[in-house]
């Protein structure tokens, strides 16, 4: 891609990465990150968090295929500090981060 090309790609602005970034949990942050670059169109977007110790840097990227557009987002780099690891909290983390990008799945009773 040329850089002029890049400079046109909808990205986050840095006041919304501010106020993201105040918010008063990892998840919630997460959440509002990827909602965010879901809503502006960001083809790719990259982002560190943290809050109370933990540091978790995410990645948006958007695939259009043929018939629909796949949002996924990525777990780059994580810390947790000491005092939470081995209670569970990465691996339900992964699994929020997961739900995040499902499509939602709409069912009509009759």
């Given at each position: 891609m040329s850089s002029t090309?890049?400079?046109h790609l909808p990205?986050?602005?840095p006041e919304l990465a501010r106020s993201i970034k105040r918010l008063p949990s990892i998840e919630?942050?997460?959440q509002a990150f990827f909602?965010?670059?879901?809503?502006?169109g960001a083809q790719y977007q990259s982002i560190n968090l943290q809050w109370n110790g933990f540091r978790v840097r995410l990645s948006y990227w958007r695939?259009?295929?043929a018939e629909y557009t796949?949002?996924?987002l990525a777990i780059d780099d994580a810390y947790v500090?000491?005092?939470y690891r081995h209670r569970g909290w990465?691996?339900?983390?992964?699994y929020f981060c997961a739900n995040l990008t499902r499509p939602l799945v709409h069912i009509t009773y009759e």
């Open positions: 090309l890049l400079q990205c986050l602005s919630m942050q997460t909602l965010q670059a879901k809503q502006i695939h259009q295929h796949q949002h996924n500090p000491y005092q990465f691996s339900q983390y992964r």
